[in-house]
């Protein structure tokens, strides 16, 4: 596997919207960001990831860019985006941006114009179909956010058009060379002002199975979950190749994609030394417990799935190329609330959970706030949730039969929302994010769970992540933490989750993941403890008792 200049950063993905506010409007801002870079620099972050900044109507957060050339006001201006570039850069931080490609917003010019003019060239920048009342729509897929992916064209009462998100998400059609080179013409122009790279949003869904036709129903709506059209499709390697080849390899951009459900034999076209992204998100974790008829029917993953799902990824990966771990981001519940039972989310067991993940082979990326422990929100009215997803999903729950009360309690820790409150800062009020209303309410725990209680004291949790993050960087250990192959340790011993690195050095990683006590046999003698989230460690001769939580990376 050939050596890349990002290997052994940390990334760190930011929501704008939700990190800092300067100018008081309750909306987190690019200023805001530029003014935390020195923050991000002393965790020891070196990748920065922001979710769209872009012109959009925010129907979707940004999601749904009306104009991929500019920013949003209510982020910034083009000037405070190049200034963040250029003083990320001076501290050794690269920026990269989202790059939502699938669709775009439906006040986009491109569909404007297609709308005024199905039949002209821009009607060929979406999928426009004929229809007329009473007849069957061109398939029966359900869109992510509920009901058919066919809108009636604004303007029109005989066409439709597609989109596989939101109705203001139209969907762009990649089988016409005249968008694809418009898209690469446009990430071209951000590459060269210096943009680190992308994360590419959604991309798998770029690739339809055309001519569009019904598949089988599988709720009692006659509709089909787009997952199972993707899952029959072929070809958008072939698209994904071309991208790579007009635009992120022309530069060595850094690009992560958010791929799901792929084949673990394309995993090298991907991943690989010439993949086309250079890493793409590992979601095994997070696809556990999950369930078609809708979020009402998720389980929460167990240590023992969550510990197969990971050791089954690391070997997928293995000798291939990077997978990006991660324990949340601003579609996820937040990790510490999604994988630690409740009334266990003590430091402690924060740490461990993002220790084990971080420890893994990989690039790890952290998603604002996870340094500081920050947890879902309890919210029991449909009126405190802003998320569009949530709110379908809410739907999805009451046609199933749930009551409010037991729709609201299902759908809860799996909203996005969730992980989209304000980045708490302090214990003032609206957490330091915001000295006016913010855009969506703090998490009523930021008076304990804030950075300014944490940052400096020892035992905390983002003294932690910043432990984590060094030893990533440091000159004995890096090329094993890096680098080293994972193998998995006493994998049949219950809620226990151990592994080793090995490279130059053998590292072995170990999380006791339950809240009693275990032994875990000692595979030779310690060298060095390297990391402990407590202040004790009971080494006998030949086992390591660990408490409850604990975690321990040690050199062996
Ligand atoms: O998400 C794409 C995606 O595949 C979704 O299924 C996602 O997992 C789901 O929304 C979770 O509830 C990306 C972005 O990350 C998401 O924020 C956007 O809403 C979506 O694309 C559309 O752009
Ligand atoms: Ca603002």
Redesign the pocket.
Known sequence: MQKKWWHGKTAYQIYPKSFFDTNGDGIGDLRGVISKLDYLQELGIEIVWL?PVYCSPLA??G??ISDYYDIDPRFGTMADMEELISEGRKRGISIVMDL?V??CSDEHVWFQKACADPDGPYGQYFYIRDWHEGERLPCNWRS??GGPVWDLLPGHTDKVYFHA??KK?PDLNWENPLLRREIYRMINWWLDKGLGGFRI??I??IKKLLPFCDLPADRDDGLCSIKTMLARTDGVNVFLREMAEETFHRYDAFSVG?V?NEKTEDLPLIIGDDGYFSSMFDFSEHLIGMDARGWYAWTQPTAEEYKRAAFTAQKRSAGVGFFSNIIE????PRGVSHYLPQGERSEAAKKMIGGLNFMLRGLPFLYQGQEIGMENMDRWELSQFDDI?TLDEYKVALRAGLSHEEAIAAISP?S?DNARTPFQWDGTENAGFTTGIPWLPVNPNYRTVNLLQQRGRDDSVYEFYRSLISLRKNAAYAETVVYGETEPYCCGQRNLMAYFRRGERCLLVAGNFQKEVQDMPMPGPMKKLLLNNMDKLELKEKALRLEGWQFVVMEI
């Open positions: 979710s979707d957060q999601y749904d939502v699938n669709h992510y956010f998100f939101h998400q949003d959604a798998i869904n958010e799901f981001n601003h579609d996820e997803n799996y996005r």
